[in-house]
């Protein structure tokens, strides 16, 4: 008898569809560490996700890997804590100025003759901000992949399962906390906003450069 020649379908021509409950969980997880990333200071994530693959050596880390790791992990952490204790002002000069978070208000005060920085004063929620920040910025660093396969590269199939589940929980936690505790500073890392004085000063040059003219309506 003559033997037929059955092709065998690859793995590479099936169409393996994702069940939607594992893409939906993705995406979850996805946008929840997208928002948490939102909280920690812009050029702090950056420092550590360009660096990170090269201290780490990509994850295949000797002794030496280990120590710099260890050190990129704890700056990045201790300026993501320090950041929240900074905020800005537009001064008098219209120039953005930044400063550090005191019980009397910001300091240094430069070019704030008539701005009231005692609002800038320390608060109770900036501590709560300052260890939700450092928990934030934790989480993510721990279980970045680099740093997972150069210090715990048996914990792989774990991260897989924690991404998924703690940005989500955390987010929970964080979005709670801060409908308590508002944040309201605008410091170093952060992205600058138009606060009272900055919208003042503009409104009253635009008022003395392009005054009404009456007769223009006639």
Not at 1 to 15: G, I, Q, R
Not at 54 to 65: D, F
Request: charged share 15%; net charge positive; hydrophobic share 35%.
């Amino acid at each position: 008898m003559d033997k037929k020649n059955e092709t065998v379908p690859s793995h590479s021509s099936l169409n393996i569809e994702t069940p939607p409950t594992t893409t939906s969980t993705t995406n979850k997880s996805t946008n929840g560490i997208g928002s948490l990333i939102k909280l920690l200071p812009t050029g702090t994530v950056f420092l550590f996700q360009f660096l990170n693959p090269v201290v780490t050596n990509s994850g295949q880390c000797k002794a030496i890997n280990k120590y710099l790791s260890s050190i990129l992990l704890a700056i990045c952490g201790f300026n993501c804590f320090f950041s929240t204790f900074t905020d800005s002002y537009t001064g008098t000069d219209n120039k953005r100025h930044y400063g550090f978070v005191t019980p009397k208000g910001l300091w240094p005060s430069e070019a704030s003759n008539s701005i009231d920085l005692s609002k800038y004063k320390l608060k109770v929620s900036d501590f709560v901000h300052a260890v939700l920040v450092l928990i934030i910025f934790a989480m993510l660093g721990l279980l970045d992949t680099n740093t997972v396969l150069c210090f715990y590269p048996s914990f792989v199939k774990t991260q897989k399962t924690l991404l998924q589940v703690m940005p989500v929980a955390i987010g929970v936690v964080v979005g709670w906390v801060f409908m308590v505790f508002p944040q309201q500073r605008h410091g170093i890392g952060y992205p600058p906003s138009t606060d009272s004085t900055e919208a003042s000063s503009r409104i009253s040059n635009d008022t003395t450069e392009s005054p009404q003219n009456p007769i223009n309506n006639v």
